[in-house]
């Protein structure tokens, strides 16, 4: 029973490049949230996403970044024209439904790196 | 804002129990308290959750105060591979109904031998 795929597990990009982060949820998930972790800081929240619909963008920079969620394959996160202080992990995490009693479980994250 | 309080550090013998304590004193009555650990730099790990009566599973155990102003997550016999920081979570309801989880500073909980 596979939990939350994310990949790459290592991205590296230069200054003005951009970077597409995959999350596949767990199986039967159709709900996906990804959040992001600056180096020595804590977990901020960045989008909630159902199957093709943003439900809620709120912890997202208004420029450059992107999500998506389509009604076939995996939620994309899109940086566009990246810098250095994207460089942080990313973490998707996945629910059955977005009931208060459905947990959501994390994958191991995306670690990106700007040079 | 997390809408929950935690010491920021704890300490704890391996083999002992680790009682990792919680307030939440404005939550409302139809919100979930949920634990959530990291190790390292992993991705959060969900440990367990509860509305108003005590849960246990596999992990740990959670007990809830009657008037749900706090709780107690309990590991009950801690291992070296336990030490992580433990994330106590008022699961959030905002407009539109985004059931997100807010994440505070957590308690970074170390197993010593």
């Known amino acids: 029973n596979a939990g939350v795929m994310q990949n790459p597990r290592h991205l590296v990009r230069r200054r003005g490049q951009e970077a597409r982060l995959r999350c596949s949820p767990m199986?039967?998930?159709?709900?996906v949230y990804w959040y992001r972790q600056l180096p020595e800081e804590g977990l901020k929240f960045m989008v909630y996403?159902?199957?093709?619909?943003?439900?809620?963008e709120s912890g997202m920079p208004k420029e450059r970044f992107s999500a998506e969620f389509p009604k076939e394959g995996p939620s994309i996160l899109r940086i566009q024209q990246v810098v250095r202080g994207d460089s942080a992990a990313y973490f998707c995490?996945?629910?059955?439904?977005?009931?208060?009693?459905?947990?959501?479980?994390f994958g191991n994250g995306t670690r990106l790196t700007v040079t | 804002d997390a809408k929950t309080t935690q010491p920021t550090s704890m300490d704890c013998a391996e083999g002992r129990a680790a009682n990792l304590p919680c307030n939440h004193s404005?939550?409302?009555?139809?919100?979930?308290v949920y634990w959530y650990r990291q190790i390292h730099s992993q991705g959060p790990q969900y440990i367990i959750h509860?509305?108003?009566n005590n849960e246990t599973n596999e992990m740990a155990s959670l007990i809830i105060t009657e008037d749900r102003k706090s709780s107690t997550l309990i590991l009950p016999h801690a291992t070296l591979r336990d030490t992580a920081v433990y994330y106590c979570?008022?699961?959030?309801?905002?407009?539109?109904?985004?059931?997100?989880?807010?994440f505070g500073k957590g308690t970074k909980l170390t197993v010593n031998p």
């Open positions: 995490a996945s629910s059955l439904d977005s009931s208060y009693n459905s947990p959501l479980h």
């Open positions: 199986k039967g998930h159709s709900h």
């Open positions: 996403l159902q199957k093709e619909n943003i439900i809620d």
């Open positions: 404005t939550i409302s009555g139809n919100e979930y």
């Open positions: 509860g509305l108003k």
């Open positions: 979570i008022v699961r959030d309801r905002t407009q539109g109904g985004s059931e997100k989880l807010v």
